[in-house]
């Protein structure tokens, strides 16, 4: 199943992306407005076929069509309660915590309110109303920022101060030490992803290595900067387990097809797959780009997401410094995100990137293209520095603190396991487990009758399960083809972040659903 | 001067943006750590010239060599005050206000620390450090988030509430409707010119119209896209004039070289260059952009910036509205941010496109571009939607705000004026009227020798002053070179945004150096 070569797997790929035609009768995403609708293409100056077609190829599953249906849904209800046979849409198709009733980390949240409004630092009412800490908190940060001016663009790669914490949790974190002139902060990880992909992508025949299943930020940007989707399959088998041998494999391939393979990202803990790579796999992998010269693209977003005590996160910087690799030897980016992790704080956008093994003169073009966006926004700068360096044991808010951060994360593990069952439970359904992530990604093995009724309506199988499954439900998952998936393989990708209250309820909902579908579409 | 062929013109604009090798011993940008400079890159994966090319051929001057060299000077005063024959330095580099002192206005920051730490809504502490209306304001926000989530990812253009509150504000300074389904909120106004680059560029045969002198977010932006720059230039002797004949003349002849050209930029209020274009002139620019199908990027980020009595503010929208003009006779797109204004909220990273004249089709291409970075930052969203509906007269904050507002906007054009006058003083020196934004970009008719002085150590004439004034005064501004000019001519862009105070010392010490550089290479 997983021999297919480079350019096949990546027009299957994309063909499965785009194999999804409209289901519903309305084509228009439902941002679009009255008067462009009724506007004829052909006749504007930017007729469809007139734009980049990067842009066309570009695609983007999370915030795709079944998201778009599920909104007209949402409207259909408010309008016309009782119009559908559920009461609320249930988002499960992005990692958004907060969305779904997530409370922020009080904490972050006091110093982000204090730095957007430092008069208050002055009032006694506001010993009330904050925490000694994070009022403590919020002048060490004013204090770091030139003229505590929290309302001026920053240094391109950021506050220096604030990255200096980031620096100094870094190398807390990993026992090793951090330079803060090697981090980046940016709005969100998603940013520094299509920076990194500017740099290194300089045409077709430039390819980046990328997991499938992966998160589909990588395939839209690869594809907007024009370059190749050297595919590498996660064996669903082991867990979704990485090869060192398919990475070979897969690299060798592109290479013999004219293909100059730039870099390998991986993603870890795992986005759809939620698997945890071990300590000996991140050797391997550290290994492996190091010998084939490729730049490591490290996703870490979901470090602090690990939910089974067999597994730990473990940075690829810290794993190639423990085997006395440094700066000389791989060029290694790790990004990471104020939107994940216990805090979920998607709306902030912060994130950072830490880019280590560049030469000078090749991080000055990085630090270039960061200029000319002038900054990221300053509260997900702030964010950044107080993720990666939050209360500690003694501080006045820690005990708060530390209640609010393991009772996200303990409850999201059970979430994990509850769903992880559910879907196990379901007839012709397998699903590995979410030892970290926000993400089970189960397998449907669907009935021909099935997959012939989705042909029938030119759908890609998945998304004509996804399809029904939020008709019958409300709830919201993504078909795997938008994420890529073994030709003739079918899945879901489904969040573990609705409140844990309502888990039940789903996984009700879910199985009626399936057992309806099984029954109506049975061999 | 003006007759450059477009070819002709964009090298020598390309060259003069290149023509400043490193003045300083220091080639590396004050970013490099101490390992990527003892890396050699030609050893590396990711040497110089494997990265992308377009990357490469993008500059920035704004943060340029000189901001460097600046923060260098700024590092040695601290580490050994005296150092220097200043005590600090000035940056007059870049349009940051809050960087040189000017206060955030108060109203926009209650509303943002309360929309970040919501249960401070419920205290009544609250209200001793709140005005009312920006509580009301905080909760009438809160509403408009789907579960008051102020940290989960809003819709890809933004929160509805928020865009509706944007339309009402655009219909309200035009008197037309605007639609909140047209606005796109983004980090500032960078992205979103991005986003219409690479929606329009589909090679370097397709050409962007920008003016010359431009803020070279174009210039990059076009580059990193692969397109090509069709400078028109305006008409110093005229205020910078923007005359329809140079459009049509540039238009013609880059048609001519085989260029489809897409675009028109125009800034208004001008960036460098500060003029506000007439009523009428907006009308011809319509009308050429009509007639010549091209699309219409309107970069009115300076909308509020007015300093004189008999110029205001028109926005493309009205102009091609009051023509009788809508969405089916022409694609128009305008920018706008929180980063300038009267509140100069840069580091907030906020800003708006309105979006219109385009298909449905192509929108949806739009949408799903910014889907896949999920969203803008959320107090970013706030503060465009506080900036387009600020508190209205009968407010409990009106006076205190439209105190601060006045206060500010009254003593910017004060500071415009001043400086314009000091330099119109200089020896050789010509400087156009600061009608509005944030700058003034005079003229340096420097002497031969000065010329010659500059050619000997390889660099730009106006490169070479400016780093005379930064090494004799501390104050940093940009050289022409940087935003491009009519060949031959030399220019500096200064903002106008020292605090009032520190404006008569600002003036003595330009006067001294200026001075003393025409004594030195007097002809």
Redesign the interface.
Known sequence: MRRFATERAKRLLLGSFRSSPPLSSVP??S???????????A??????D???????K???A??GEIVTHAQRLQQELQSKPGSHPFEEILYCN?G??????QQ?I?FF??V???C??P??LD?S??H??FSADAIARAWQILDAI??R?????????GIKGLRDAIADGIAARDGFPA?P??IFLT??A??AV?MMM?????SQKDGILCPIPQYP?YS??IA??GGSLVPYYLNESTGWGLEISELKKQLEDARSKGITV?SLVVINPGNPTGQVLAEENLKEIVEFCKNE???LLADEVYQENIYVDDKKFNSFKKIARSMGY???D??LVSFQSV?KGY???????GGYMEV??????????I???A??????????QILASLVMNPPKVGDESYESFDAEKTGILSSLARRAKALEDAFNRLEGVTCNKAEGAMYLFPRLHLPKKAIEAAEAVKAAPDAFYARRLLDATGIVVVPGSGFGQVPGTWHVRCTILPQEDKIPAIISRLEAFHEAFMEEFRD
């Open positions: 228009l995403c941002s679009a407005s009255a008067a462009a609708a009724a506007m004829d293409s006749a504007s100056p930017v007729a469809l007139t734009i980049n077609p990067k842009v066309l570009c695609e983007y999370v915030r992005i958004n915590p907060q969305s779904l009733g922020p009080t949240r006091e982000l309110a204090l957007d409004h008069p208050l009032k009412e506001t009330a109303l030139p003229g001016a929290t309302g001026a663009y920053s240094h391109s790669q330079n002139d090697d709005d969100g998603s940013p299509h500017q740099l290194l992508i300089r930020l839209a940007s907007l900067h730039r010269r490729l730049v440094g700066d000389e791989l060029p939107s805090h979920g704080e998607c709306g902030k956008r280590t093994g560049f030469s000078a003169e090749v991080r000055e073009q630090y270039k293209v200029s000319v966006n002038l900054c990221s926004n300053i509260s997900g």
